[in-house]
């Protein structure tokens, strides 16, 4: 726009942050790092749930070191929070722990059936045949679960 190379213009805009709050980014910017200028939504959320000053506030208190993961998480929760309103990602971590229960209810169930076959002795292919096709029951019916989880992590 300002009829440079993409390099110098990138370098010269000012992060996401000063321009959504239209002042000059000094090179000290504490958002510089975080919120670069191709990302101005991800400021704009955190601004609108945090407000900037907690944000200045937050990172300032922060080692360096821990800021971009601060950032990460307050941009996650930012972004949960205006997509639901009311529970934000608790509303996530009750789902991911209503699943880990139930999965942990369904490897014990898995366990207690192969250890029915452990105790009876396994003799001969039908006994082996029984217990293999157990144990893939209780495999796959995890794995389902383990999939559902990986595919709302994607999601979200
Ligand atoms: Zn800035």
Do not use: W
């Amino acid at each position: 726009m300002r009829g440079r190379g993409n390099m110098a213009s990138s370098s010269n805009s000012p992060c996401a942050a000063c321009k959504f709050l239209r002042r000059k980014c000094q090179p000290e910017c504490v958002f510089a790092p975080y919120f670069p200028p191709d990302q101005p939504q991800k400021f704009a959320n955190v601004h609108k749930v945090f407000g900037a000053s907690n944000v200045t506030k937050l990172l300032n208190e922060l080692h360096p070191s821990q800021r971009e993961d601060a950032v990460n998480s307050l941009a996650y929760e930012a972004d949960m929070r205006l997509r639901d309103p009311v529970y934000g990602c608790v509303g996530v971590i009750s789902l991911l722990q209503h699943q880990l229960r139930q999965l942990q209810m369904d490897l014990s169930c898995a366990k207690s059936e192969l250890s029915k076959y452990q105790n009876l002795g396994i003799t001969g292919h039908a006994g082996l045949f029984a217990a293999a096709a157990a144990a893939a029951t209780a495999t796959t019916h995890n794995h389902n679960h383990t999939t559902t989880i990986l595919r709302t992590l994607g999601s979200i």
